[in-house]
């Protein structure tokens, strides 16, 4: 491996705009990392129920025992503390710590396993940002419903309070849910993520408004019984791509690429850092198409009830997974369809000057992550920012010397550097994805995104750190060393 001292990254990104406060951190969810998926009490989730169906991932691939990170956090924690990571981002397993979804038995194993985890990050000296639910919805809930049901805002709200009565006296940062956008769209409209059902154009609106509602609940649960007392923030993780028009000069591309923004985005952003509601590019497409494919079962679309705690407001600073872009063009032309992609009127293309990483979708645009950010600023209120998650992914025979994700992270960091020294973004942290290797969702382990290789074939599941991990440390290390020398 190279020396931390003469890595390229450390030296190159430039670090003393970064706040002093600034939070350099790592995500994992729980499913992707956690193994023990039936061992002591636990009850299955949605992930369970669809890893186990034939043919929905890759080569069969579960997440049975993944990194078992369950039984070896104390690996995970080494890792941890070589990066010298500020802050490190983790799920909760819903179903670990309610067997059946609901706070009618509490599972003690799985209290001691994240009460374990918590006290050993604050002992050393690393703060823990904790999300409530990352895809892995109790699959006892799923049979009753699951997000399709109103019920389920209440029911997430119990467990969110059990969790802040719990561990909210340690914990200050909580997600309550990771990318609502990719649960309900790839969940319930392509069919390609938990729980895999295929209902065009209907079922995603219903899922992402009871989401929303599921967390409007939690923040305002927080906000008047905890928050006082524990002193935490809340938000919600939101996931969005860069769009620019493939032609800037074509009125249509330029309206579609906002199109394209307001459906992925500012479907989640708006009614919470905006104005109350959904986008009204959103509501003025899907009632046209309403009208135009004569569907008369109903508003495809619902409305905030005004007797439900409001969404607007409800997070305390915005957590941001950034990926990619993509260039947009109009399709509003095309033969009307019900569908997301009918509604949304445009078509997405990768631009073939980008790199592509190991993941088919992954083109690498860390400029757009920059102009995202600079647009967060101007249409969400300046909130503050924390870049929850962003990484880039290998696939194919295991390089160690990981020379691209070096460059990338390299690229990535300066322009997180640019928005907030040029653009005056207030950017508090950067959190890579992944601390490890692990279970990428419906293509199993053959995607690589970890800091830290994880060798599958092998029962002891050995981490080793690639030159990208080393770089990140170097980088972190040096920051302190900056810090301390400007204080």
Not at 92 to 100: C, G, N, Q, T
Not at 280 to 289: D, G, N, P, Q, T
Not at 408 to 428: E, H, R
């Amino acid at each position: 491996m190279t020396n931390a001292a003469d890595m390229a990254l450390s030296k190159t990104v430039s670090l003393q705009h970064f706040p002093s406060d600034f939070a350099w951190g790592t995500s994992t969810a729980a499913y992707q990392i956690e193994g023990g998926w039936d061992l002591d009490g636990k009850g299955p989730s949605i992930w369970d129920t669809f890893c186990h169906s034939k043919g929905r991932v890759f080569e069969g691939h579960t997440g049975d025992v993944a990194c078992n990170s369950y039984q070896l956090w104390d690996e995970d924690l080494k890792c941890i503390q070589q990066l010298g990571l500020t802050h490190y981002r983790l799920s909760f397993s819903w179903p670990r710590l309610l067997p059946d979804g609901t706070t009618h038995f509490v599972n003690p194993k799985g209290v001691e396993y994240y009460n374990k985890v918590i006290d050993d990050l604050i002992a050393n000296a690393v703060v823990p940002m904790v999300t409530l639910n990352h895809f892995d919805l109790p699959q006892a809930l799923q049979d009753h419903g699951g997000w399709e049901s109103p019920e389920i805002a209440d029911i997430f709200d119990s467990y969110a309070q059990f969790c802040f009565k719990t561990f909210g006296d340690r914990v200050k940062f909580w997600i309550t849910l990771n990318e609502p956008y990719v649960c309900a769209k790839l969940g319930y409209e392509n069919g390609i993520l938990a729980p895999g059902l295929k209902e065009p154009g209907t079922l995603l609106y219903l899922v992402g408004h009871n989401m929303l509602r599921a967390h409007s609940r939690a923040w305002h649960s927080y906000n008047a019984h905890f928050r006082g007392l524990q002193g935490g923030m809340v938000s919600i993780a939101l996931n969005s791509d860069w769009a620019e028009p493939l032609d800037p000069g074509c009125s249509k591309d330029v309206a579609a690429t906002q199109r394209y923004m307001d459906f992925t985005l500012g479907w989640f952003a708006c009614p919470v850092f905006g104005t109350g509601d959904y986008p009204k590019s959103m509501r003025f497409r899907i009632e046209a198409k309403n009208l135009e494919l004569g569907f008369t079962k109903g508003q495809r679309l619902p409305k905030f009830s005004e007797d439900e705690p409001k969404p607007l407001g409800t997070a305390d600073f915005f957590a941001l997974n950034y990926y990619t872009s993509r260039k947009v063009k109009d399709a509003s032309s095309r033969p009307s369809e019900l569908s997301f992609a009918g509604d949304q009127g445009t078509e997405a293309i990768i631009d073939p000057s980008w790199p592509v990483s190991g993941a088919y979708w992954l083109a690498v645009v860390p400029e757009g992550l920059r102009k995202l950010l600079k647009y967060i600023k101007e249409t969400c209120n300046n909130p503050v920012i924390y870049i929850t998650e962003n990484g880039f992914s290998q696939i194919g025979p295991v390089k160690f010397e990981d020379i691209d994700r070096c460059q990338f992270y390299q690229d990535t960091l300066q322009q997180v550097s640019k928005a907030i020294t040029d653009d005056g973004v207030n950017v508090k942290g950067y959190f890579a994805w992944s601390l490890l290797d692990n279970l990428e969702w419906s293509e199993g382990f053959s995607v690589r995104f970890g800091l830290f290789h994880v060798d599958f074939s092998s029962s002891e599941l050995k981490r080793t750190i690639y030159r990208s991990g080393e770089e990140y440390a170097a980088v972190i290390k040096r920051y302190h060393t900056y810090t301390k020398l400007d204080n």
